[in-house]
Structures are given as structure tokens and as C-alpha cells.
């Protein structure tokens, strides 16, 4: 059957069920296709991390150290943003994702050049940026809770306190071993966010 009406000069095409579903298949697509780009965004900032840490704990020579010390600093507002944005791609369905995305990305950006510009000085603002970057998400806890399921939610929230709880250990100097206890926090934060972009995101 042709897809028009015949009923004179302004005919107007006839409904055809088949094209809306179509679309949002595309559409669906679309968002999967991002959902996969994004998780691999995620995954790459925090293995960036983890190398950068690594290669920093091992090496001795002082220079080589201090220029891995500036890029595993770096590297944490990487990841603080490359976390956000598989989530992102769930809040693009609500129109909150660029939002997020512009965000996130422009704090990690600003935080990037300030650790390359003042190197060691300031070290406390930059501990401050990265709670603020990492709590943010907070501004958008309304459309998450619509586009996430409540074991996400409790993955995400899990994860964002296992960083802040470390943050604690990291500056309490005079606790023997307070710089172990503070990575096993991370790792902590890390697997919690990990499992809720696998089981949740893609």
C-alpha cells in the first residue's frame, strides 16, 4: 500500500506504525554506542591512575618521582570525570548529560592546569577540588534516581564515601601505616564504581 492519502492537493502522509519504533531502535542504538564509549573512557582514567600510582610507588630516582607525583595528582581529576560520564550517558535520556559532561570535564580541566602550574604548593585546595568534583553529583541525585536502579545508586554512593573516608587516612600523618590504609580505600571506591558501570551502565 502506498504510504499517502489521496484525498486532494495538501494529502498528507498516512501513519506508518513501522517508522516510530525504527526510531527509537536508532535511537537506543545511539545511546548504547555511548554508553560503551563512555565506560571505556571510565575504564581508561583509571587505568591511567593505577600505572601512573605505580610507576610513582616504584621508581627512586627524585625527579622521575616528582614529575610521576604531578601526573598521578592529575590523574585523580582524569578519573573523578571519566567516572561521571558513563553515568552521564544514562542522564542523556533526561537532557542532564551534557550538563553533567560540560561540568565535570571543564573542573577536571581547570584542576589539570593548576597541579601543572603550581606543582607542590597548594596541595590542600587541590584535596578540596577533588571532594567537591567527587560530591557534585549530589546536583543531580533527582534524574539519577530516575535513570538508575537502586543497586547503582548504593554502588555509586558506596564508592564516593570509600574516597572520602580515605581522604581522612591520607592526611592523618602520624597514624602509622596511614598512606596503606588510605589505597585500600581507593581500591575500595574504585571497585564499587567499576561494578556499578558493568552491571548497571553497560
Not at 547503582?152 to 580515605?166: D, E, H, Q, S
Amino acid at each position: 500500500m502506498l504510504p499517502w492519502n489521496f484525498e486532494g492537493e495538501n494529502a498528507e502522509p498516512a501513519h506508518d506504525p513501522t517508522m516510530a519504533p525504527h526510531k527509537r531502535q536508532s535511537y537506543e542504538e545511539e545511546l548504547d554506542g555511548w554508553d560503551l564509549a563512555a565506560s571505556a573512557i571510565f575504564g581508561g582514567t583509571m587505568v591511567f591512575l593505577y600505572a601512573t600510582s605505580t610507576l610513582y610507588h616504584s621508581v627512586g630516582t627524585p625527579q622521575l618521582k616528582r614529575t610521576l607525583r604531578m601526573l598521578d595528582h592529575v590523574a585523580i581529576f582524569l578519573l573523578i570525570a571519566g567516572t561521571y560520564t558513563p553515568f552521564a550517558g544514562l542522564l542523556m535520556r533526561s537532557g542532564w548529560g551534557w550538563s553533567v559532561l560540560a561540568l565535570v570535564w571543564g573542573l577536571a580541566l581547570a584542576g589539570l592546569l593548576f597541579k601543572l602550574l603550581s606543582t607542590h604548593r597548594f596541595h590542600p585546595a587541590a584535596t578540596t577540588l577533588y571532594l567537591l568534583m567527587g560530591w557534585l553529583g549530589v546536583l543531580f541525585a533527582d534524574p539519577m534516581r530516575a535513570a538508575l536502579p537502586i543497586g547503582g545508586l548504593l554502588l555509586v554512593v558506596a564508592g564516593g564515601l570509600a574516597y572520602t573516608i580515605g581522604v581522612l587516612f591520607y592526611g592523618w600523618h602520624s597514624l602509622q601505616y596511614s598512606h596503606a590504609i588510605w589505597h585500600v580505600f581507593v581500591l575500595v571506591g574504585s571497585i564499587c564504581h567499576y561494578a556499578a558501570v558493568v552491571l548497571y551502565v553497560l
